[in-house]
């Protein structure tokens, strides 16, 4: 199963849209652009037309892009295979549910980590090609932490993709609340922005804030790393964004189990 | 026994509307027989198969499928089915797509590539490079039928296996049925509408309408009693309508 839902997703034309793209950028700043040491950050800057790039600008708005046809792309496959003459193809073979379901999600997994390595890996050719060593700590943060971003956003995509049938249902709703996530990590800054001070109020953000797959955790873990290496990880914060996701991962278990086709 | 259903009860849209009820209180396949179930469009047959293989749950019943609950994988492992209704990526070409779903069999590549060619060639298919969004609807069929026979499987349901497919291709796939069961004793539960397709082929027969059977015979049966499939048909179907009126 883990190979089916890889051979799926390697037929996206979707997602090969982010290489292509990816390969247009690096053209343009070898053409018209530079990549120089930065001795402010000891990393690197990237210049494009003669304007200045903030690495850490476009490092972010990479992954965004990343995030953004990833979860386009990846969740098609499993759309189709809630759809009663796909699910009677697959179903029907001596496989499990529950096979069915972590198979499909180590399949995502597996993808989203070659899809992130390539990325790493074009980001590296990039400064490579004008004699910069890509920062070892940038590229393990982004191939640890992007596949669990992009994981979390497919937990409950892939919920709303059962829960309404509809592709651009489960992809929208999907993305909304796992990017409303990030509000989570700073309620009290957001209950303090409303003026709002009823402990209900709060009790429920902090429920929520264990509810919805935590994007934004994981994307601030990455961000400290980033900034100040490993010894600047917090872990409470990476044991939050892991159990952030349960709850939700095993819901879409159990209605799975319970969908008929 | 291959098969064997019991008390097997299912109902769709309970809160008020229209309600459809499914109770098939007795249903058995034995190991080596061409069985058939017909009936009127809606009258349960493509549930009843979905309910088989658990993609529909039953309310009550059950069924037991090659010896095994037919809940648990270990029932599918030797069972291969055709719906009526199916989706295949359309991106793939025939050869990805039969390698894709050979694998969820558990079939190694080499193994994949040989039934292919085996099939290919007594389907006289020469469309395997072809996407499958460029198939024709007979196409399509001749390639989910070769997604069907692609494991050497002991049991195969097929649901309208015939649909849109010429007279060639129809006949070079019942001779490939009958060579397979010749050799490797294979079960067959086919449901169709071109009863002409059946006629000289099923060992039994059972005739489902409104979510029950009204009627099972074996060939022998009907060769005596009323000539084809067709005048068995007809004959239960136009009393029952008769009756009504």
Redesign the interface.
């Known amino acids: 199963m883990i190979r089916f839902t890889i051979r799926t997703l390697l037929k996206n034309k979707t997602l090969w849209a982010w290489p292509g793209i990816f390969i247009l950028f690096v053209a343009a700043i070898t053409v018209w652009g530079g990549v120089s040491i930065d001795p402010s950050t000891s990393s690197y800057a990237i210049s494009l037309g003669g304007v200045p790039l903030p690495t850490g600008i476009v490092i972010n708005q990479l992954v965004s892009i990343t995030i953004l046809i990833a979860i386009i792309g990846i969740p098609t496959h499993f759309s189709e295979s809630l759809k009663p003459e796909r699910a009677s193809l697959l179903l029907s073979k001596p496989i499990s549910r529950s096979d069915m379901f972590l198979k499909d999600f180590a399949g995502v997994f597996s993808f989203c980590f070659a899809y992130t390595l390539l990325t790493v890996l074009l980001l590296t050719l990039l400064t490579t090609v004008h004699g910069i060593l890509f920062p070892l700590h940038h590229a393990i943060a982004i191939i640890v932490f992007l596949p669990l971003i992009l994981l979390t956003y497919y937990i409950t995509i892939v919920l709303f993709l059962i829960l309404t049938n509809s592709y651009l249902g489960g992809v929208l709703l999907g993305y909304f609340l796992t990017g409303f996530s990030s509000v989570f990590l700073n309620f009290d800054q957001f209950l303090k922005m409303f003026g709002l001070t009823d402990t209900w109020f709060e009790i429920l953000l902090h429920l929520l804030a264990y509810l919805i797959p935590s994007a934004g955790a994981f994307q601030q873990i990455m961000s400290q790393i980033f900034n100040s290496g490993f010894s600047g990880v917090d872990i409470s914060l990476l044991g939050f964004a892991f159990a952030s996701c349960v709850p939700l991962a095993l819901l879409s278990y159990y209605l799975y189990q319970k969908k008929q086709f | 026994m291959i098969l064997k259903a019991q008390n097997v009860s299912k109902t769709y849209g309970k809160s008020g509307g229209d309600s459809f009820t499914l109770q098939i209180d007795e249903f058995a396949i034995e190991e080596g027989s061409f069985t058939a179930i017909l009936g009127p469009n809606g009258s349960g047959k493509s549930t009843f198969l ?1 309910i088989i ?5 039953a309310d009550s019943g059950n069924i037991s499928l090659m010896g095994n609950p037919h809940k648990e ?2 029932a ?2 030797k ?3 055709l ?1 009526e ?5 359309e ?2 070409t025939v050869k ?1 797509m039969l390698h ?2 050979g ?4 079939s190694t590549p080499g193994e994949i590539d040989h039934k292919i060619s085996e099939l290919a060639n007594s389907f006289n298919v020469n469309f395997l490079n072809k996407k499958i969004k460029n198939l024709s609807k007979g196409m399509r069929q001749t390639a989910a039928l070769m ?1 069907t026979f692609l494991a050497d499987d002991k049991f195969y ?1 097929l649901d309208e296996p015939f649909n849109g497919l010429d007279a060639v291709q129809k006949k070079a796939i019942m001779d490939y049925i009958f060579s397979l069961q010749k050799k490797q004793n294979i079960s067959i539960l086919i449901t169709t509408h071109i009863l002409s397709d059946i006629d000289k082929t099923c060992d039994r027969l059972y005739l489902i309408d409104d979510g029950r059977i009204i009627n099972s015979a074996t060939k022998k049966d009907i060769q005596e009693q009323f000539g084809t499939v067709e005048n068995y048909y007809i004959n239960h179907f136009e009393t029952k309508d008769s009756a009504i009126s």
């Not at chain 2, 293989?53 to 749950?57: A, I, M």
């Not at chain 2, 209704?85 to 990526?89: E, G, H, Q, V």
């Open positions: 979905k293989l658990d993609l529909l749950f994988k270990k599918r492992a069972v291969s089915y719906p209704n199916y989706s295949f990526p991106h793939f990805e894709a779903f694998d969820l069999k558990e997604h349901i």
